[in-house]
Nanobody, 120 residues
Framework: QVQLVESGGGLVQAGTSLRLSCAAS????????MGWFRQAPGKEREFVTA????????YYADSVKGRFTISRDNAKNTVYLQMNSLKPEDTAVYYCAADPVVKTGVASAWGQGTQVTVSL
């Protein structure tokens, strides 16, 4: 179990980039898989991406493949989401998650969420 604090959200124009950060507490951060989910207004929470404990395995939703990159720095207890070529449909609240289950959206810990708004 970890505590997660997100940063990096904001209002940007389509075609630009943002990098989200998720800082985790706890000595055992490196033992957790991590991921990002998002929830747009009027929609259910959806999986975005996940990364295993070592950073050697990643997973991406089809909608973000080739545009988003998840990474982690276990020495800094931080996971990142680099978002490039942003589209208006990427607008959502983005949540960092520990031990994410892609199918159900269940996780052992969640960040507070950070708003990403992409305008034309």
């Amino acid at each position: 179990q970890v505590q997660l604090v997100e940063s990096g959200g904001g209002l940007v124009q389509a075609g630009t980039s943002l990098r989200l950060s998720c800082a985790a507490s706890g000595r055992t951060f490196s033992t957790h898989a991590m991921g990002w989910f998002r929830q747009a207004p009027g929609k259910e929470r959806e999986f975005v991406t996940a990364i295993n404990w070592s950073g050697g395995t990643t997973y991406y939703a089809d909608s973000v493949k080739g545009r988003f990159t998840i990474s982690r720095d276990n020495a800094k207890n931080t996971v990142y989401l680099q978002m490039n070529s942003l589209k208006p449909e990427d607008t959502a609240v983005y949540y960092c998650a520990a031990d994410p289950v892609v199918k159900t959206g269940v996780a052992s810990a969640w960040g507070q969420g950070t708003q990403v708004t992409v305008s034309l």
